[in-house]
């Protein structure tokens, strides 16, 4: 009798292992990349260096990253188009110095006192830089000429990628497909996303364009149109994941790549 319920509880207990999810993407494998770093329920702020490392440092694959400009150049993590929403400071990020944007706090509760972030601080101090990867969602936010702006962001881009041999490790996504044109002249090896109002918009423009991918919101793209998507050789990265659920739904759906605000969640079910 003994014997067969131990029988029992092993048949319960394999019959409740976790089954593996099936991956049919470009890889075979999800990138799993924090939203911001931890996201918008984070004890932290989005884009702050705490998000980013405690988001790292959970084994993700890497985050994305909100990236702004400085009037002098410098690239910094910042989501808002006004300073104001959320810190000391007011105006757009490119309307300031470096050495003026570097004392901002984050006065939003509970998000206080936390620092904005630049690049450069970010990359110095992170260890084994090059086991992680890194999304910038490129935020053009400027009342200056387009075209001046564009180019002074992506000198910039390329001098700290440069700096820190970066190049396998970035991707970069944007709404304006004018800037990522400039970013494809500038290095046709970038790895770059088109950011569109739906599905049908980014797939044509990814495919005239020849980019990387797509990037959407998952309550815009099926699991259908993601195949359409591979079947391009188009990557494919979701995001505005909130929830357990709804990592869970994302994993189903195939992507490439999942940005997510459950970030422990999903690194526990696919790692």
């Known amino acids: 009798m003994k014997s067969y319920l131990n029988f029992l509880l092993i048949v319960v207990f ?11 993407n470009l890889s075979g494998k999800i990138l799993i990349m924090g939203h911001g770093g931890m996201g918008v329920s984070s004890p932290y702020p989005m884009n702050t260096f705490e998000s980013i490392m405690h988001c790292i440092n959970l084994g993700t694959h890497g ?43 984050y006065t939003s509760v509970p998000h206080l006192n936390y620092s904005i972030l630049s690049l450069e601080q970010l990359f110095s101090n992170i260890d084994n830089l090059h086991e992680h990867k890194f999304i910038f969602d490129c935020k053009l936010y400027s009342n200056n000429d387009s075209l001046i702006f564009y180019n002074t962001f992506i000198n910039s881009f390329r001098e700290i990628i440069s700096s820190y041999s970066l190049q396998n490790n970035v991707y970069f996504e944007s709404k304006n497909s004018e800037f990522l044109i400039k970013l494809k002249e500038d290095n046709p090896e970038y790895k770059l996303f088109i950011y569109p109002p739906s599905f049908e918009i980014g797939l044509e423009l990814a495919l005239n364009l020849e980019l990387y991918g797509i990037t959407i919101s998952t309550d815009q793209i099926s699991t259908d149109q993601i195949e359409i998507a591979h079947s391009n050789n188009l990557f494919v990265s979701i995001w505005n994941i909130n929830s357990k659920n709804e990592n869970i739904a994302a994993i189903n759906k195939s992507p490439d790549c999942i940005q997510t605000d459950k970030v422990k969640h999903l690194v526990n079910l696919l790692e």
């Open 14 to 24: 394999l019959s409740c292992e976790k089954e593996p999810f099936k991956i049919n």
């Open 63 to 105: 985050t994305e990253i909100d990236i702004q400009m400085t009037k002098d150049g410098v690239l910094v993590a910042y989501h808002d188009k006004e300073l104001s929403s959320k810190t000391n400071k007011c105006g757009l990020v490119n309307d300031l110095y470096w050495t003026d944007l570097k004392s901002a706090y």
